[in-house]
């Protein structure tokens, strides 16, 4: 059982920049590949970044490429999205997710436990 929780949305400009951090309960951390998804209102969640188990590059949805990145601290099982260059379209919830497979996931079904989300809103 693995328990996630999110921190460091909020309100920034457009042009702006903010760090989410997920914290991972467990000692097993090291075995997930972890993801951060994003909801809009009205619109379906949707896959933003991953990191799979090693220490390595993440991997992006094509709208966040260039702008966020994603990192994970094993030793304090932790995961970052770091987000530079925000929109007012990157306003949504975002999520933490952790999921057992080795094949860099992507897919919500990949994912067997979720955070509780955090807001991010992008005003223009």
């Known amino acids: 059982q693995v328990q996630l929780v999110e921190s460091g949305g909020g309100l920034v400009q457009a042009g702006g920049s903010l760090r989410l951090s997920c914290a991972a309960s467990g000692r097993t951390f090291s075995t997930y590949a972890m993801g951060w998804f994003r909801q809009a209102p009205g619109k379906k969640r949707e896959f933003v970044a991953g990191i799979r188990q090693s220490i390595g590059n993440g991997y992006y949805a094509d709208s966040v490429k260039g702008r966020f990145t994603i990192s994970r601290d094993n030793a304090k099982n932790t995961v970052y999205l770091q987000m530079n260059s925000l929109k007012p379209e990157d306003t949504a919830v975002y999520y933490c997710?952790?999921?057992?497979?080795?094949?860099?996931?992507?897919?919500?079904?990949?994912?067997?436990?979720w955070g509780q989300g955090t807001q991010v809103t992008v005003s223009s």
């Open positions: 997710a952790a999921g057992s497979s080795y094949y860099a996931p992507r897919d919500i079904q990949d994912f067997e436990y």
